[in-house]
């Protein structure tokens, strides 16, 4: 994260069931989320775009980070398809 000030996260996923889905990128630790988003629309193959935003103070230097989804009915099935992530 070294020079840069803010970023953006896109999600690819395919929402199955009717729950809302909640994803989120964080670091690898899995407690400092850099962005979450949620998807409360009809099923369906989706890009989720966080939008421009200021990083948070604990992205600095080099880190590892992952995603997570998760749906509000625990018998949906969400679908991760890949996350992009944008620095500027």
Known sequence: FTGFTSHLV???VNKVGSGTQNWRLVEANGTDVLAALTNAEAAG????DSG????PAWATGEKNVRPQGKSTTGADDPVFHAASLYLK
């Open 10 to 12: 896109r999600y690819h």
């Open 45 to 48: 193959e989706k890009e989720l």
């Open 52 to 55: 421009w935003v200021a990083l």
